[in-house]
């Protein structure tokens, strides 16, 4: 017994030792790099991921969080004419509308200012940089993001951003790495950067295709594969049909796959339509995932909500919606907290029903209804 009761005081003094040592060291670190430089998890509150919504319900919530992530990287990917800066910019056009700075680096040398303007960007504050090299765009992007001012940065595209060696050179000399090992740095610089001053980071991405792969998907994405290991969010966009007004094409329907999410669960998949001139339809998606959930009911062709109709047919139901932004945010509202991507907010009824006082003489409890 004397001997257990001995190893017990000796492991006492031995947990005792190595809690003061990690004390000393804690306040050492605190001392030479700054309060706060190492902390326990708990010393600090949870804080809710702030989000930058994408333009799109179905693709908020696939997301899990209700859009992209506020200080983190999203890679958007997919094949020519898919959507992937269409839906970039709506995230910018959010932004703006929400009182932020937006800054669009635009490497392919083809951004529509005309089309931006009808998505929703102010062209006019947009900040907007169109690079000659690789490099010259990532220090642009370093130096913004370092300023703490911007809300969201696009890139358009990694492939577009080709380092000065390639473009200083001669047709058909060989660089092999260098793009890869240009964005590689680059992404170790600028993450920790995104993240202290909570600016999103959106590059665009185009694919191609590995040779003599005859098993699994041959294709591959541009700028190596730093960009896919830093990345919290990775998006393929792809068009999976033509919609039609009769015989003319008015629009894609557009499916984006969450093929990498570190902030909710991955490979969920939405469908939303970008209509020519337009973009994302919001209103057609609010109808499509009303309908979904209950929320908006469908009867033959005509749509409903809370008894009241929105129009026959999808289209008028959808520009009934354009024409009442209230009802369309009040839809919203509902899907997400049906979802759970956001809390419901407490309702004067809902709050008397649950307080202790509701029906007391107004002289005890209040006012009795």
């Known amino acids: 017994m004397a001997a257990k009761g001995n190893k017990q005081s000796a492991d006492q003094q031995f947990g005792s030792d190595r809690e003061k040592a990690l004390e000393t060291v804690l306040a050492q670190i605190d001392k030479n790099y700054g309060k706060g430089s190492v902390m326990r998890l708990g010393d600090r509150p949870a804080t809710k991921i702030e989000t930058i919504p994408t333009g ?24 020519e004419s898919s959507g992937k800066t269409t839906v970039a910019l709506h995230a910018v056009a959010n932004v703006q509308k929400a009182g932020g700075i937006a800054a669009f680096i635009d490497a392919e040398h083809a951004l529509d200012p005309a089309y931006a303007e009808k998505l929703g960007v102010d062209t006019d504050s ?9 490099e010259q765009a990532l220090e642009i992007m370093d130096m913004l993001v370092g300023s703490g001012s ?20 001669e047709m058909g000399d060989s660089h092999v790495g260098l793009q890869a090992r240009l964005m590689s740095q680059a992404l170790r610089k600028i993450t920790g950067r995104l993240s202290h001053s909570n600016t999103t980071a959106i590059f665009i991405n185009q694919l191609r295709e590995k040779i003599g792969v005859f098993f699994g998907s041959p294709e591959t994405t541009t700028g190596g594969k730093a960009l896919k290991f830093y990345a919290s969010v990775r998006v393929d966009v792809r068009r999976i049909e033509t919609l039609k007004d009769g015989a003319n094409p008015v629009g894609n329907r557009t499916r984006a796959k969450i093929v990498k999410n570190k902030m909710a669960p991955p490979f969920k998949q939405a469908e939303f339509d970008i209509l020519y001139g337009e973009g994302i339809s919001t209103e057609g998606g609010l109808i499509d995932m009303g309908v979904e959930h209950g929320i908006v009911k469908k009867s033959g062709a005509w749509f409903t909500y809370e ?63």
């Not at 947009?126 to 090299?133: E, M």
């Not at 047919?313 to 899907?335: C, H, Q, V, Y």
Request: aromatic share 4%; no cysteine; proline share 8%.
């Open 307 to 369: 008894g009241d109709q929105l129009g026959q047919g999808k289209e008028n139901a959808r520009r009934f919606l354009k024409d009442n932004p209230e009802l369309a945010e009040e839809i919203e509202r509902r899907i997400l907290v049906k979802l759970g991507i956001v809390a419901e907010p407490e309702s004067a009824a809902e709050v008397e029903e649950e307080s202790p006082v509701a029906g007391l003489p107004s002289e005890i409890g209040g006012p009795a209804f």
């Open 56 to 79: 799109s319900i179905a693709m908020d919530v696939a997301l899990g969080i209700g859009g992209f992530p506020r200080g983190r990287v999203v890679e958007i990917y997919g094949p």
């Open 126 to 134: 947009l900040l907007v940089s169109q690079p000659d090299t690789g």
């Open 150 to 169: 911007i809300d969201i940065i696009v890139i358009d595209s990694v492939a577009a951003l080709v380092p000065k060696a390639e473009i200083e050179g």
